[in-house]
């Protein structure tokens, strides 16, 4: 971190190594890794390090990458943007975040794919994939009919995301108990 211009990382494992070190580090490598990104020349290095930085194990400093895409001279440029709400939602910490910030600041996203609202309905979608409760079902069948319903309406990509939960609640349902006890069997659970 004292030479960041003098950086020994084979390229092959840049990606491996940013992440790992953001995800073990803190604010102060978090920090220092936007630093990095910021003055980036190169297109692949910018990429890397965007995606490490979505790497913390910190929620608020997820919650603060998630905040600082929508800063009015923010880094991180309009086309990244999708990318780090799923990357984030990637992360175990990240999945209710990123949710939750698509929620709160949904007017604003809205905004910024007003020309093509397909990649909003197809970001909702792959942060909603993994749902499997009946209670995330129901938070999303809400933020759907109360803040997204036109979005819904007309985006293939909704349907198929309620479609999804669906399947994942059914597939709970059916495979939560073999599992558990498949895991009591094998002396994984009590």
Same mark, same amino acid.
């Given at each position: 971190m004292d030479k960041p211009e003098n950086n020994p990382i084979d390229v092959d494992l840049k990606s491996i190594v940013y992440c790992n070190a953001i995800r073990n580090g803190g604010w102060d490598e978090w920090k220092f890794g936007l630093e990095m990104y910021k003055? +980036?020349?190169? +297109?692949?290095?910018?990429?890397?390090?965007?995606? +490490?930085?979505?790497?913390?194990?910190?929620?608020?400093?997820?919650? #603060?990458?998630?905040?600082?895409?929508?800063e009015e001279n923010s880094p991180i440029r309009l086309q990244d943007l999708d990318y780090v709400i799923r990357y984030v939602s990637g992360q175990t910490v990240g999945r209710p975040?990123?949710?939750?910030?698509?929620? +709160?600041? #949904?007017?604003?996203?809205?905004?910024?794919?007003?020309? @093509?609202?397909?990649?909003?309905?197809?970001?909702?979608?792959?942060?909603?994939?993994?749902? @499997?409760?009946?209670?995330?079902?129901?938070?999303?069948?809400h933020f759907l009919d109360t803040k997204a319903r036109k979005l819904a309406e007309s985006q293939p990509a909704i349907r198929r995301a309620v479609s999804q939960v669906q399947a994942n609640i059914q597939w709970m349902a059916r495979s939560r108990p073999v599992l558990e006890s498949f895991l009591r069997g094998s002396g994984f659970l009590q």
């Open positions: 003055q +980036a020349q190169v +297109a692949s290095e910018k990429e890397e390090l965007f995606i +490490a930085l979505t790497c913390a194990s910190e929620s608020w400093i997820l919650k #603060y990458y998630l905040e600082l895409t929508l975040l990123a949710w939750q910030f698509i929620r +709160a600041r #949904y007017t604003e996203l809205e905004k910024k794919w007003e020309t @093509n609202p397909g990649s909003l309905a197809t970001l909702i979608e792959r942060v909603t994939g993994s749902f @499997n409760t009946q209670f995330e079902l129901e938070e999303l069948q």
